[in-house]
């Protein structure tokens, strides 16, 4: 098989390994091209290339602190289609309706929070109330980095998304964040179905 030979700064990276380590058979004499496994340029096919990375130096490493793809719960809730009578709409995200029913979900753990949303959700429907308001909080920042990262505002993310699965999906008409007045990104205007 033929073999490339190896580009200078590759003969130099290749010696600065083997000046550190010691041989299995010294017995056997050494050559750098032994190692070296990209076929010449002109046994190449078309389809395939070389790509030559940028040096090392050149490339500036920035640590980024996390990365997330999704969008917001903010972006997510406000990209709901408007189910809504329009008008109705516009005068809850400007805090003008008052609701009729609040729900402080602050301090409690997931395992709490969603069975408690469940049933004040599904007892102001049967008390026939139109607008609540259910309280999360923005949540708070974490001391400790831990390996598995942990969402900021825990329920600020979940509340949405229970209010989405059943039982409260045929319940729920909209959600929408709550105007600053009644507690802004801290909390969630949940407008209910009419009872019937």
């Known amino acids: 098989m033929n073999r490339r030979r190896l580009r200078p700064d590759e003969e130099e990276l290749w010696r600065k390994v083997t000046d550190k380590t010691e041989r299995l058979h ?3 004499p050494f050559h750098p091209d032994d190692f070296v496994t990209t076929p010449p340029q002109q046994q190449r096919t078309r389809a395939s290339f070389e790509v030559t990375p940028a040096p090392i130096k050149s490339q500036k490493y920035k640590p980024s602190t996390s990365i997330n793809l999704s969008p ?3 972006d997510q809730v406000a990209a709901q289609p408007v189910q809504m009578d329009r008008k109705a709409f516009t005068q809850m995200k400007r805090g003008k309706l008052k609701p009729e029913g609040k729900l402080d979900l602050h301090g409690m753990t997931t395992d709490r929070a969603h069975p408690a949303l469940t049933r004040f959700i599904l007892s102001a429907q049967s008390q026939g109330k139109r607008l609540v308001l259910v309280v999360t909080g923005k949540g708070k920042n974490r001391d400790d980095d831990g390996p598995i990262p942990v969402r900021f505002g825990v329920l600020r993310h979940q509340v949405p998304q229970w209010l ?6 045929s319940v729920v008409m909209q959600v929408s964040q709550a105007n ?3 507690g802004g990104g801290g909390a969630y205007y949940v407008y209910l179905r009419r009872n019937r």
């Open 164 to 169: 989405s699965m059943p039982p409260l999906s």
């Open 26 to 28: 010294p017995e056997k």
């Open 180 to 182: 600053v007045r009644h």
């Open 72 to 74: 917001s719960i903010v």
